[in-house]
């Protein structure tokens, strides 16, 4: 009779989740979510400022939900991939961020967004057939009342706002949460949900369902952009809490219904110490690895939500686009 010989653990053994030890820091996180919101600006506002109808062009709305798709599938795996103060609000209420790195978010992409309406703005004065820049902006940026192509009021477009928002919100929570299994294809689900609701809110008044690309707009478009800036703030925004809300709501009513609990003995024990790893590399509270060949949170699920004894609705928070680590 054979006596099996054991075999010694290899590094894939220990570490089957595939934690290479990545954990972004803020400063790139920021980074990541400025240079994705400058894409996202670039394409979504340089493909209708420089768009000829007779030569067959990209539409517009597809080409900015291909942006966000590339976007997120280039800077995800560092920030999450949020590019949009409303998708950042949405994770803020739902838990998975904490308040000041949501601000730090939001000022990133409002930075980026800047960024990138700067340059399509310094592109356009070295066209010689536009005598008017910023007239050539007021066809790209968000309106209601006499500004919108189809004359919308602004309870229209506030209601297209707060809706679109809270949708693509609620795509992304749901896209990217841990459980869900098709989460590889959150930046494809979420590119086309966002060319989508860019194609419906065309017409009603070029609603963008983004405050940092509303804003880099309306700051090289005429007076009036300023002026209605703020529904394109404070819709998205609401429409964002509604979809954090109730994604939270949803969690914890899965909790409990029976949700598995937090990982008990040794499975409990990683998770600390991979907490305490955190706490020696700088202070960064995001988990930042590649598991099982998918895209983690990045720094965008934060366990200061986080408190003993507490439902998997919350340790869920934790990651992005990454399955349940094992021993």
């Known amino acids: 009779m054979t006596t099996p010989v054991p075999v010694p653990p290899t590094a894939d053994a220990e570490h ?80 998975k961020i904490r308040i000041a790195h949501a601000g730090a978010y939001i000022g990133a992409q409002i930075v980026g967004a800047a960024a990138g309406a700067l340059t399509l703005f310094g592109i356009l004065r070295t066209v010689p057939n536009i005598p008017d820049t910023r007239a050539a902006f007021d066809t790209v940026t968000a309106g209601f009342g006499e500004h919108s192509v ?66 880099a707009s309306a700051l090289f478009s005429n007076g009036w952009s300023l002026e209605q800036l703020w529904l394109f703030w404070v819709a998205p925004l609401v429409g964002a809490a509604i979809a954090g809300l109730a994604f939270r709501g949803f969690s914890d009513s899965s909790a409990a219904a029976g949700a598995a609990p937090r990982p008990a003995g040794e499975d409990r024990d990683r998770a600390d110490a991979l907490e305490s790893d955190d706490d020696r590399h700088g202070g960064s509270d995001d988990d930042g690895a590649v598991n099982d060949g998918a895209v983690n949170d990045g720094g965008l699920n934060d366990r200061s939500a986080d408190t003993d004894g507490a439902p998997a609705a919350d340790a869920e928070a934790r990651d992005f686009f990454d399955g349940p680590r094992t021993k």
Not at 24 to 52: K, Q, S, W, Y
Not at 55 to 78: D, Q, R
Not at 167 to 175: E, H, I, N, R, S
């Open 16 to 95: 089957p989740s595939g934690d290479d030890g990545f954990r972004p820091g803020l400063v790139a996180r920021l980074g990541a979510e400025a240079f994705g919101t400058l894409f996202l600006v670039i394409a979504g506002l340089g493909v209708p400022l420089f768009t000829l109808p007779q030569s067959n062009p990209l539409p517009a709305a597809l080409a900015g939900g291909l942006a966000v798709t590339a976007a997120m599938l280039a800077f995800a795996y560092i920030s999450g991939g949020h590019f949009n103060p409303a998708i950042t609000l949405g994770h803020l209420v739902a838990g």
């Open 150 to 215: 189809i004359q919308t009021p602004m309870a229209g477009v506030l209601l297209a706002e707060v809706l679109g928002a809270a949708l693509l919100v609620a795509v992304f929570l749901g896209t990217t949460s841990r459980r869900n299994v098709h989460a590889a294809a959150a930046p494809f689900a979420v590119g086309l949900a966002f060319a989508v609701l860019l194609q419906f809110g065309q017409a009603i008044g070029n609603a963008p369902f983004n405050p940092a690309r509303a804003t």
